[in-house]
C-alpha cells in the first residue's frame, strides 16, 4: 500500500504522520505509564494493557477512505490506540471512571459501542473514550505537544477481546452484505454465547463475594453452627486468632519463642476429611472440649526437652490429635493424619502407633 498515490490533502496529512512519528512512539510510552498507573493504583487486575501507533500503511488506507473527513493529522484521534482488557464486565465502567478522573476527555468524539447495539446486531463492542494528557498530570518541555494530542483508549473484556480477535481474523465487518445469511446466524449466535459468558462471570463474582461478605458477619458474630466448613470460613476465622490461648499456654512450658506458621492445609483437609467437621462449631467444640488434652500432649512432648522455639501451629496439631484419640478409628485416623503432613507409609504407621502409646501413658485414652 506504500505505493497508493494520495490526493494532495491526504499526502499532506501523511506527510505530517512521517515526520511525527519518533514523537508519536514516544507519546506511546508515557500514555501507557500514566494509564498502567491510573489502573493499578486503584487496585483493578486486569490482563492488559497496551498499545500501538498506527502504522503508516493503516493510516493510508484510512485516508483513503475517509481522508476527506480530515483537516489534518490532529483530526485523527486514533494514531495512538490504547487497549484496556479487564476480567469482568463491570470492571469497564470501573475503569472508565478512572479514566474521567485521570484524562481530559474529547466526550463528542468518545463512543460506547456498547450502547449502539441493536437487537440483531452481533460483535462485540468495547467502550472507546478519546483522552487528552492534562498538564496537571505529565508534562514534558521537550514535547509540550503531549498535552494536546488526542489518542484512544479501549477498554473491554477478555471475551469481547477474544471475539474482536475472531471477527477481525474471519474478516468480517457489521454491515456487511457479502457475508452469507447462514454464516451471519452463525456468528450471532456465537456472539451471544460469548456474551451471556460475560455476564454470567460477572454476576458469579458478585455472588460469590457476596457469599464471602455474610460468612465473614457470620464469622465475626460467632454464629458458627450456621457457617459450613470451607477455606473461605476457615479463613475468616482464623483471623479470630482462635489459637492464640492454647499456643500461648503451651509456650509456657519452656518459656519459648513462638514462631508463626501456615495454620491452612494440611489442617483444612484433616478437619474435613479425618475428623468429619461440617461447620465453623465443630472447630469450636474440638478447642473447648480438648485443650487441656492438646496441653498435656505437649507437655510430654515438650517437658524434658530444652526447645525454645515452637511452631503456632502445634496447638492446632495437637488439638486434632486429641480429637483423633477419642475416635474408635483412631490408629487408622492417625495414620492418615501423619501422612496429610509427608512421609513414608512405615513412618507415619509407626507415629500413630506412637501417639496412642504416648496418649495411655498421661490417661488421655484407656
Given at each position: 500500500m506504500?505505493?497508493?498515490?494520495l ?7 501523511l ?6 512519528h519518533?514523537?508519536?512512539?514516544k ?5 501507557l505509564?500514566?494509564l498502567?498507573?491510573c489502573v493499578?493504583?486503584?487496585g483493578?487486575?486486569?490482563i ?12 493510508i488506507?484510512k485516508?483513503?477512505?475517509k481522508?476527506?473527513?480530515y483537516?489534518s ?10 487497549r484496556?482488557v ?6 469497564i465502567d470501573k475503569?472508565s471512571?478512572?479514566?474521567e478522573?485521570t484524562?481530559?476527555i474529547?466526550w463528542n468524539e468518545?463512543v ?6 441493536s437487537f440483531n ?5 468495547s467502550l472507546h473514550t478519546?483522552?487528552r494528557?492534562?498538564?496537571s498530570?505529565?508534562q ?9 494530542v488526542?489518542f ?7 471475551l469481547?477481546?477474544?471475539w ?5 481474523d474471519i ?9 452469507p ?11 451471544g454465547l460469548l456474551?451471556l459468558?460475560?455476564e454470567?462471570f ?15 458477619n ?5 454464629n ?6 470451607n ?5 475468616s476465622y ?6 492464640e490461648k492454647?499456643?500461648h499456654r503451651i ?5 519459648a519463642?513462638?514462631y ?12 474435613l ?8 462449631e465443630d472447630?469450636q467444640?474440638?478447642k473447648?472440649?480438648?485443650s487441656?488434652?492438646?496441653?498435656r500432649?505437649a507437655?510430654?512432648?515438650l517437658?524434658?526437652?530444652d ?10 496439631k ?6 483423633i484419640l477419642n475416635k474408635?478409628?483412631r490408629?487408622?485416623d ?7 503432613f ?7 504407621m509407626?507415629?500413630?502407633q506412637r501417639?496412642?502409646e504416648q496418649?495411655?501413658?498421661i490417661n488421655?485414652?484407656k
Open positions: 506504500s505505493d497508493t498515490v490526493d494532495l490533502h491526504n499526502q499532506m496529512i506527510d505530517e504522520y512521517d515526520e511525527k519518533d514523537f508519536f512512539l507519546f506511546r510510552e508515557v500514555v505509564r500514566l498502567q498507573e493499578e493504583k486503584n483493578i487486575t486486569v492488559t494493557c497496551d498499545g500501538r501507533v498506527k502504522t503508516r500503511d493503516s493510516l488506507g485516508l483513503i477512505r481522508g476527506y473527513k483537516q493529522l490532529s483530526d485523527i484521534t486514533d494514531i495512538l490506540g490504547t484496556v479487564t476480567f469482568y464486565t463491570d470492571e475503569i471512571a478512572l479514566i478522573q484524562f481530559d474529547d468518545s460506547d459501542k456498547r450502547k449502539a447495539q446486531t452481533f460483535g462485540y463492542m478519546i483522552c494528557i492534562p498538564a498530570l505529565y514534558d518541555p521537550e514535547y509540550p505537544e503531549m498535552n494536546e488526542r484512544e483508549i479501549q477498554i473491554r473484556t477478555a469481547q477481546h477474544v474482536a480477535t475472531l471477527e477481525h474478516g468480517y465487518k457489521a454491515g456487511s452484505v457479502a457475508v445469511t447462514e454464516y451471519l446466524r452463525g456468528l450471532s449466535r456465537l456472539s456474551e459468558a460475560d454470567q460477572s454476576q458469579m463474582r458478585i455472588n460469590v463475594n457476596n457469599y464471602r461478605r455474610k460468612i465473614q457470620l464469622v465475626t458474630n460467632g458458627f453452627s450456621e457457617v459450613p466448613l477455606r473461605d470460613s476457615y479463613e482464623l483471623k479470630m486468632d482462635p489459637f492454647l499456643i509456650a509456657s512450658i519452656n518459656q519463642e513462638i508463626q506458621d501456615s495454620l491452612q492445609n494440611p489442617f483444612l483437609e484433616i478437619m476429611e479425618v475428623l468429619g467437621f461440617t461447620t465453623l472447630i467444640l474440638m473447648e472440649n480438648y487441656n488434652d492438646a496441653y500432649l507437655l510430654f512432648q517437658g524434658s526437652t526447645i525454645d522455639i515452637i511452631a503456632s501451629s502445634i496447638a492446632l495437637n488439638l486434632c490429635i486429641a480429637a474408635e478409628t490408629k487408622a492417625l495414620y492418615h493424619f501423619y501422612m496429610c509427608g512421609g513414608t507409609e512405615e513412618s507415619c509407626a507415629r500413630a501417639t496412642i496418649a495411655k501413658r488421655i485414652i
